[in-house]
């Protein structure tokens, strides 16, 4: 059972912006330590971003300055803002806790053209 569900993926052209949003049901969400990951076609996947239930944030040396994770404690959701979208970021991304101790859902495909 996945207990969250990502969205907000899509096609965008390289130097565009996504805003991806994770959901659950429940409090979960705001008990925890969440993160964004990502998983590049033929690539392991790797942390991106992670955010404290107090909303202290860390990032990915790779997207540090571009990206900006967020949540909604109240709306149970937490959020990954993509600016700046490079071609090499096209990947499945995933949020789960940090570190993951979820299962993995399908996630949202983000794909930048060049």
């Known amino acids: 059972q996945v207990p969250v569900v990502e969205s907000g993926g899509g096609l965008v052209q390289a130097g565009g912006s996504l805003r991806l949003s994770c959901a659950a049901s429940?409090?979960?969400?705001?008990?925890?330590?969440m993160g964004w990951y990502r998983q590049a076609p033929g690539k392991q996947r790797e942390w991106v971003a992670v955010?404290?239930?107090?909303?202290?944030?860390n990032y990915a040396d790779s997207v540090k300055g571009r990206f900006t994770i967020s949540r909604d404690n109240a709306e149970n959701t937490v959020y990954l803002q993509m600016n700046s979208l490079e071609p090499e970021e096209t990947a499945v991304y995933y949020c789960?806790?940090?570190?993951?101790?979820?299962?993995w859902g399908p996630g949202t495909q983000v794909t930048v053209s060049s």
């Open positions: 955010i404290t239930s107090h909303g202290t944030t």
């Open positions: 789960n806790t940090c570190p993951s101790k979820w299962n």
């Open positions: 429940g409090s979960i969400i705001s008990a925890n330590l």
